[in-house]
């Protein structure tokens, strides 16, 4: 047993206890000296995930010592990215909550987030997992109403906290019929003995509730209603759920990949729904105003892409997506307040309208280059990755011009190469770091995941570029409400759990502001 091996391991318990520990700091002793003091441990925290990371990957430390630590790869990858954005939110937060009454609340409760995932990320057992993801739900819930007097934020918890119990129910009735059918707690005995020679009745459901789980917790439709309309929280709080917690899913995917991919209902689960998810939820993101609620529904539609490939067998190609959406979306939530610069920028120079010769010529280079890209990497098993290549490209290519600044196609096309290059050496990467993986699946996947694609292009041109048409008007009207889903949600939950509604005074004051008392009264 290598030294190597125990400071792996030991990194692996300490980064749940370092959260924990920070978190009872401030809770203790509110103070500007104690929220440095646990800052410290966050930094630490975060570079311990980074290590863990390297220790995982060199040969010397392939085997966990202790058995009750996940032996994953993708969760030592979560663990680094958990960390890095850690320290980027509390840093963040200094000075944006400078002076908030609930301070003690925010901090306290992302510290104790942070504790409940990386114990999931962690843990090889089954009710530790199921544990650590309900307490992950349970902190969030208390984020998410930091301000308790709105009623939009409170009917959002309300809505997410129902959803949240019935995955978890989902989850733990999976893991007792895996328990059963297969006499172990630990993840990773249960994984490696995939695939099976029977896959029987017990085990399909199993995979049904894991894929479902793994739905909700993504916010796919109906259930995606929440995650749009808990922007009223503070914005480290909105960038901690949209780059992190909301992967879980992804994760929950990754880890048991073997087990549900080998059943066809729990995989046609995941890609109808997310594949009907990924299109309305990219669409709608076009019709909205708010910049972020146009994040969150960006959010909805890159979850149910990440589903998608991990539906399709490319799990190194979702990795690689849950990594990068993670990083993108914690920045753009943080820096939001730039983006009225953008905006006037588009105005000045709005977007020019592509002729057809343009939209010709882009898709001829766009297909080219995906084209010779997979040849090289010969990943030629599915054609719908590389289709949504080429598409992304096209659009890319052909609306890369303004009224006021002539294209330069000239500058496009090598970025174009590049940026495919890139992507295939990142997915070669993950594809290594994930070593053996299930089989990607069959050609009917492949043939619907490649009419979504097809979908998504059609609307994206049709809403862009021909507005004034009476089909994208209609069709527009629709998806700006979502095709009214969230709706019939929110009315069945209030149904099955009513919701008593904060009263809000002064809507237009400051949440923490003491009622105003008249000298009469």
Not at 370 to 391: R, Y
Not at 457 to 471: D, E, K, S, W, Y
């Amino acid at each position: 047993m290598s030294s190597l091996n125990w400071a792996g391991s030991i990194l692996m318990m300490a980064l749940p206890l370092a959260y924990l520990l920070a978190a009872l700091i401030v809770s203790i002793q509110p103070t500007s000296a104690a929220r440095r003091l646990s800052g410290r441990i966050v930094y630490l925290a975060g570079a311990a995930g980074f290590a863990v990371l390297i220790l995982q990957l060199l040969p010397s430390t392939g085997d966990i010592t202790f058995a009750w630590l996940s032996p994953s790869k993708v969760g030592a990858v979560m663990l680094a990215l958990v960390g890095f954005i850690g320290v980027i939110l509390h840093h963040f937060s200094e000075r944006y909550l400078d002076g908030e009454p609930r301070r003690q609340h925010y901090d306290v409760t992302l510290l104790l987030t942070l504790t409940s995932v990386a114990t999931v990320l962690i843990s090889d057992h089954l009710l530790v997992v199921l544990l650590g993801w309900t307490a992950i739900s349970l902190c969030l819930h208390g984020l998410l109403t930091f301000y308790p007097n709105r009623p939009r934020a409170a009917l959002a918890a309300h809505k997410k906290f129902l959803f949240a119990r019935v995955a978890e129910l989902a989850l733990l009735a999976a893991f007792i019929i895996l328990r059963i059918e297969h006499g172990t707690w630990s993840v990773s005995e249960i994984v490696a003995r995939y695939p099976v020679a029977d896959m029987g009745l017990e085990l399909h459901v199993a995979a049904v509730l894991i894929a479902f789980a793994a739905l909700i917790k993504c916010a796919q439709l109906p259930t995606h209603g929440w995650l749009m309309q808990v922007v009223e929280a503070p914005t480290p709080i909105s960038a901690l759920l949209h780059a992190g917690i909301v992967n879980l899913g992804g994760y929950l995917l990754m880890l048991f990949g073997p087990v549900w991919l080998q059943s066809g209902p729990a995989q046609w689960l995941i890609l109808l729904v997310a594949g009907a998810t990924a299109v309305i939820a990219a669409l709608s993101m076009a019709m909205r105003v708010s910049v972020k609620v146009k994040l969150a529904w960006s959010t909805c539609a890159q979850m149910a892409l990440m589903l998608i490939e991990c539906a399709l067998g490319l799990f190194e190609l979702a990795l690689l997506h849950l990594v990068a959406h993670s990083c993108y979306k914690a920045y753009s939530f943080l820096s939001a307040n730039t983006t009225t610069q953008v905006w006037r920028c588009v105005w000045l120079a709005p977007p020019a309208p592509p002729t057809r010769t343009t939209w010709i010529l882009s898709a001829i280079v766009a297909i080219a280059i995906t084209g010779v890209a997979a040849v090289l990497s010969n990943k030629l098993a599915l054609i719908s990755p590389w289709l949504f290549m080429a598409a992304a490209l096209t659009a890319v290519l052909a609306e890369q011009g303004s009224t006021r600044v002539r294209s330069d196609m000239a500058f496009f096309i090598p970025l174009a190469i590049g940026i495919v290059a890139f992507y295939t050496v990142l997915k070669s990467g993950a594809g290594y770091l994930l070593g053996d993986m299930p089989a990607v699946a069959g050609p009917v996947a492949d043939i619907w995941v490649s009419l979504l694609v097809v979908m998504l292009f059609i609307g994206h041109v049709m809403l862009r570029h021909a507005p004034g048409n009476a089909t994208s008007r209609r069709l527009a009207r629709r998806l700006y409400a979502g095709f009214y889903l969230d709706e019939w949600a929110t009315y069945t939950t209030l149904a099955i759990w009513p919701l008593r509604f904060p009263t809000q005074r002064y809507p237009f004051a400051t949440d923490h502001v003491a009622p105003f008392k008249s000298s009469s009264s």
